[in-house]
């Protein structure tokens, strides 16, 4: 089976809420996680990363969160805007993959109400 | 916008053709990896090319084999097609093959449906 994937398929939240999307991994091996947004007809496009020696890093209204000793890893988002409103997909470049060579999660629909 | 291009944007093939997929990469990227990406399923690895050379490959058949030309554009094809080849195909390019961060920058990809 995959060895990313996620707890939710879907989320909705109210605009202006924090957003919390979450991600499971199975090969704990992994030193390298990346978020990803996927627009309806777009490709995916980069949120922000994290390697296995960080817990948290912060980029503009995100923050990934690490627990490698549950093999956990989260996206938050702060003062969720309708534009959030996308598919998120959490990848991993596992143990003995090139650079890029990404093993994806399923991924989570955001709904943003306005 | 990514300056990843790919064409065609949308193709219909039959089961049993063949099918040519395209990628001109982000200018000055020298790697491209590419993904095949079911409905409602996050995109899987095909495989990577560096310089004009297979770098890495997912778990998919010989049937799908790729191209990086000197300008490090791409081609995907696939050979004799089948129903669940219907996918979205997407083009990756980045910098650097080793030590480099997973930004990758996507194309918008290529919707084949397979009839």
């Known amino acids: 089976g995959e060895s990313v994937g996620l707890h939710l398929p879907t989320l909705s939240v109210q605009e202006g809420d924090n957003s919390i999307i979450n991600c499971a991994y199975s090969?704990?091996?992994?030193?390298?996680f990346i978020w990803y947004k996927q627009e309806s007809g777009k490709g995916p496009q980069f949120i922000i990363d994290i390697r296995s020696n960080m817990d948290k890093r912060q980029g503009q209204r995100v923050t990934v969160l690490l627990n490698k000793t549950v093999k956990h890893l989260s996206l938050q988002i702060a003062a969720t805007q309708p534009g959030d409103s996308a598919v998120y997909f959490c990848a991993e470049n596992p143990p003995g993959a090139g650079s890029y060579q990404l093993t994806f999660g399923k991924g989570t629909k955001l709904s943003v109400i306005p | 916008e990514t300056g990843v291009t790919q064409s065609p944007t949308h193709l219909i093939k039959t089961r049993g053709q063949q099918v040519t997929l395209r990628c001109s990469s982000q200018s000055g990227h020298n790697t491209v990896s590419w993904y095949q990406q079911a409905l409602g399923q996050g995109p899987q690895f095909i495989f990577q090319y560096y310089r004009e050379e297979e770098n890495g490959r997912g778990n998919f058949p010989p049937r799908f084999s790729g191209l990086q030309f000197p300008n490090y554009s791409s081609e995907l094809n696939v050979n004799a097609l089948e129903l669940d080849d219907s996918a979205l195909y997407l083009c990756a390019s980045s910098l650097a093959v080793t030590g480099g961060t997973g930004e990758l920058f996507f194309g918008e990809g290529s919707r084949l449906t397979v009839l």
């Open positions: 090969n704990s091996a992994s030193d390298y």
